[in-house]
């Protein structure tokens, strides 16, 4: 079965400074993608970031960054320059296809708190 | 921001109860998700669909029943509602499988919290 584990339930950062968030998957599928979403105390599930797993290439949009490790299989989330509007919870998530749709599967969440 | 809503965003409600959560898009996505969130469970999938009147089971299906009469509207019904079903639900939806940019994503609505008392 498809698993992702978040080993890190809480993190914490100052302004300003990098974090890395960890994130590693079982499976034994060799097409499939990756995801970080963020939920802040709004709750909303916000799109981060997406990995697909045949592109070598790391993903990154702007202060988010991954390092995709596919045969150690972890997808670790870096943020640089951290806000205080980045604290939130972040999941990691593994998609893979499966009879013509898509199933998402994701981590318990890493709790992030961005100190002044 | 993919045009997703929920209703009702709360409910409280009595043990035995129905309860009908509603989850539309303005997207015209083919594929609709239920997920419920849980303390220290991140989301899991309830039940999806593939297309009006194709829905599928997910990883904790039981108790639950879904309707997709429209290509935007998809129903989550708790038939007898049980305490156990206290939880936030969430509605996702997602283009079909393939290797265009961005057609794997799921895109979120803004949740629903019920409580079963």
């Known amino acids: 079965a498809q698993t992702v584990t978040q080993s890190q339930p809480e993190m914490s950062v100052q302004e300003a400074e990098t974090v890395t968030l960890s994130c590693t998957y079982d499976t034994s599928e060799s097409d499939y993608y990756l995801f970080w979403y963020k939920q802040p105390p709004s709750r909303q599930m916000i799109l981060v970031i997406r990995?697909?797993?045949?592109?070598?290439q790391n993903a990154t949009e702007n202060r988010f960054s991954v390092n995709f490790q596919k045969a150690a299989k972890s997808f670790s989330l870096k943020i640089s320059d951290s806000q205080l509007g980045d604290a939130a919870m972040y999941f990691c998530a593994y998609s893979f296809p499966q009879g013509g749709s898509e199933k998402l599967v994701f981590g318990k969440g890493t709790k992030l708190t961005v100190n002044p | 921001d993919a045009g997703i809503t929920q209703s009702p965003r709360h409910k409280v409600t009595e043990t035995g109860t129905p309860v009908t959560l509603r989850c539309h898009q303005t997207e015209n996505h083919r594929y609709m998700y239920w997920y419920r969130q849980d303390p220290g469970h991140g989301l899991r999938l309830i039940h999806y669909?593939?297309?009006?009147?194709?829905?599928d089971k997910g990883e904790v299906s039981d108790g639950y029943s879904v309707s997709r009469s429209k290509t935007e509207d998809f129903l989550l019904t708790l038939e007898s509602a049980t305490s156990s079903q206290t939880s936030v639900y969430f509605c996702?939806?997602?283009?079909?499988?393939?290797?265009?940019?961005?057609?794997?994503?799921?895109?979120f609505g803004p949740g629903t919290r019920l409580t079963v008392l």
């Open positions: 669909s593939y297309g009006v009147k194709d829905t």
């Open positions: 990995q697909e797993a045949y592109k070598q």
């Open positions: 996702a939806i997602s283009e079909p499988y393939g290797r265009k940019k961005g057609t794997d994503t799921q895109y």
